[in-house]
């Protein structure tokens, strides 16, 4: 008689509409909890994992005790503890801000991990902090994982090189418990990088999904032709336009921000939110409410499953199966 696996557990903070979530299920996990802030990402993460509790909740104001209380675990039992902290403020994407006070929202994150004593905790945040007036920032966060005692380590993982159709850039910072004796692991990189051109170009698109793709600002659209596949609107426009980008069929995406900018690669009009899913890695059927800004803003803010998917998937095998 073969002996059924206990799942390993996880809860996300900072989940947004769940894309890591969504990895950690794909991995083989089982999410006792999910914290969001923002009242969208809230009702999108609701309804796409209706199983899991998600509470709308500022995180400074969340203590592990009511988090034991309401997971029925202990001190030490949980798996995995992730987290995406807010990071406008090192985003190289719009204005850097080294005092912004999302920038802070970290040291809640650390405070729970004092306070739960995961076995690893996962923390996901953006490569701008590695970079120029930031960097000081990233020693400070570094020194504080470290503070708790955990044997922390972090890497830049490209989440092309993990079945994502998009060149994306974060920083992943990974810790384990100093008494399970372990090293923090990374994911191999994969060999299959998957082109924008074959993610989409099978979608197809309703009237109304093409209406809201439509090109509202006259110079890119009468322009269009004239952006070379790959390259920014400052092709047209020197100093101007240079988040709004035309896809490259043959290779990935650029990174997804949370602004609509991506051009389809053939046809004049903005990608419809169906394909910048397929882009994240994000099933067809994931659901996501409010207006295409919305909704468009919830995929650019998330964490890609599949490139989740292969941190945890690396995490269990690596570690918690091995403990």
Known sequence: MSIQMVKPTVISTFAGCGGSSLGYKLAGFRELLAIDFEKNAVDTFRLNFPGIDCWQRDISTVTGDEIFTHCNIKKGDLDVFDGSPPCQGFSTAGKRNI???????????????????????????????????????????????????????????NSANYSVAQARNRLFFIGVRPDLNKEPVFPITKHKILTSGEMISNITNSDEELK????????????????????????????????????????????????????????????????????????????????????WARLGNAVMPNQMKAIAETLKTEILENI
């Open 99 to 157: 005092v912004d006070s999302r920038n802070d929202l970290f040291k809640h994150y650390i405070r729970l991990v004092n306070e739960l004593q995961p076995k690893i905790f996962v923390m996901e945040n953006v490569s701008g902090m590695i970079k120029g007036t930031m960097k000081g920032r990233f020693i400070e966060i570094m020194i504080q994982l470290k503070n708790t005692g955990y044997n922390v380590k972090c890497k830049s993982l």
């Open 212 to 295: 809201q793709s439509y090109i509202t600002n006259k110079v890119i659209k009468d322009n269009y032709e004239f952006i070379p596949k790959g390259k920014t609107g400052e092709s047209i426009s020197k100093g101007s336009y240079f988040n709004t980008i035309r896809l490259n069929d043959r290779k990935p995406s650029p990174t997804i921000t949370k602004t609509r900018g991506l051009l389809h690669f053939n046809e004049k009009r903005y990608l419809t939110i169906k394909e910048v899913k397929r882009l994240c890695s994000f099933p067809d059927d994931f659901i996501l409410v409010g207006s295409v800004y919305n909704q």
